[in-house]
């Protein structure tokens, strides 16, 4: 009853949206309670605003500093918990940014990671042929 109250006064703007910055959804940092607080109050919510007014309050750019604890861009991992957590419990809608999110991140990743060198052979300016060639003759030598 209480989640309605306070879902209802931040539909109603009645309590400013920045408080949720004190809500830490990432699997550390929350329990079996604390997930069902947040996922009584934002169903109420979407209930309330409806999936699409709730997905724009929560991809305001003035307010994007008040949710970072809530859709967590921090880390993959904390990522994928809450993208994994609002999909669970039916309001997956509002993560839609997310998945995109993760993908740039990953070939960031990519990108940042230098090839793992082979040996002497691979750090040669030598062609492919050259180096086919170079293999051939030591097989024959065997």
Same mark, same amino acid.
């Given at each position: 009853?209480?989640?309605?109250?306070?879902?209802?006064?931040?539909?109603?703007?009645?309590?400013?949206?920045?408080?949720?910055?004190?809500?830490?959804? %990432?699997?550390?940092?929350?329990?079996?309670?604390?997930? +069902?607080? $947040?996922?009584?109050?934002?169903?109420? @919510?979407? *209930?309330? /605003?409806?999936?699409?007014?709730?997905?724009?309050?929560?991809?305001?750019?003035?307010?994007?500093?008040?949710?970072?604890?809530?859709?967590?861009?921090?880390?993959?991992?904390? %990522?994928?918990?809450?993208?994994?957590?609002?999909?669970? +419990?039916? $309001?997956?809608?509002?993560?839609?940014? @997310?998945? *995109?999110? /993760?993908?740039?991140?990953?070939?960031?990743?990519?990108?940042?990671?230098?090839?793992?060198?082979?040996?002497?052979?691979?750090?040669?300016?030598?062609?492919?042929?050259?180096?086919?060639?170079?293999?051939?003759?030591?097989?024959?030598?065997?």
């Amino acid at each position: 009853m209480w989640l309605n109250f306070f879902a209802h006064l931040l539909a109603t703007d009645a309590l400013p949206w920045h408080v949720l910055a004190y809500i830490v959804l %990432t699997e550390e940092d929350t329990t079996s309670s604390s997930r +069902i607080f $947040i996922k009584i109050l934002f169903q109420e @919510l979407a *209930e309330q /605003l409806g999936i699409r007014l709730l997905n724009e309050r929560l991809n305001d750019p003035t307010m994007q500093q008040s949710f970072e604890s809530i859709l967590p861009k921090d880390n993959p991992k904390n %990522t994928r918990f809450a993208i994994n957590f609002f999909t669970s +419990i039916g $309001i997956g809608g509002i993560t839609e940014n @997310l998945p *995109e999110y /993760l993908k740039n991140t990953s070939r960031h990743i990519m990108k940042e990671q230098k090839p793992v060198s082979l040996g002497p052979e691979s750090e040669s300016e030598s062609s492919d042929s050259e180096r086919d060639d170079h293999r051939r003759k030591r097989r024959r030598r065997t």
